[in-house]
Every structure is written in C-alpha cells, then in structure tokens.
C-alpha cells in the first residue's frame, strides 16, 4: 500500500476521517498477514514509511502506525503519506549469552 491519505472532506468530519484511515491500515495489515506465506517464512515483515508527503516519509515500525497518525491529527495536518509494504521474514534465534555477560559485567562495574 502507497497511499497518501486526504484529511479533508465537505460532509465528512476530521475526526471520522481519522478513524476511517486508522480502519483502512488495520484492514490491510491483517489481509496481508492472512496470506500465504513462502515456504522459507515464518511470519510477513513489514517495511513501513511515514510522512506528510512522499518525499518527507520517515521509515517507522509497523507498531508505531497508529501513534503517527494520532501525532498527524494532532498538528492538523490535511493529508500524510503511509507506505506500507509486506515482506516475507524469518525469526533470528536471540544471543542470551551476550545479555547476561553485559548485566554481569555492569554489576561488577557498580560494586566498584
């Protein structure tokens, strides 16, 4: 989805505006997660921009959809850009050894 959304219509209010987009996105999130996945895949990754125009679109995470949007109804804004672009994706196994060497080595750096 490359979309540049309009926040301005003669009947419609901006707040409905608003919730109609933030539907829209949730929509199309969740049709494409539905689909299938590649054999090599665990899960559909998300590439996501953000901004009030194409050219000023900022790479954000899927997460933070939602809390942009908000942020574009709080300045008022007439329009704003949302790529969003589905990526097959595999899991990567956390190093846990790594973390507790760090906690262990800044524990033995406070006792000092």
Request: charged share 40%.
């Amino acid at each position: 989805m490359k979309k540049t959304f309009k926040l301005s219509h003669p009947t419609i209010k901006y707040p409905r505006l608003i919730e109609a987009t933030k539907n829209e996105v949730k929509k199309y999130l969740k049709r494409e997660r539905n689909k299938k996945l590649p054999e090599y895949a665990d899960f559909w990754g998300f590439d996501c921009r953000f901004g009030e125009t194409e050219a000023l679109a900022e790479e954000i995470h899927v997460a933070q959809i939602n809390e942009k949007i908000s942020f574009a109804e709080s300045q008022e804004w007439t329009q704003f850009y949302l790529e969003i672009l589905a990526a097959p994706a595999q899991r990567t196994k956390r190093e846990v050894v790594e973390q507790d060497d760090e906690l262990e080595e800044a524990e033995s750096n406070e006792e000092l």
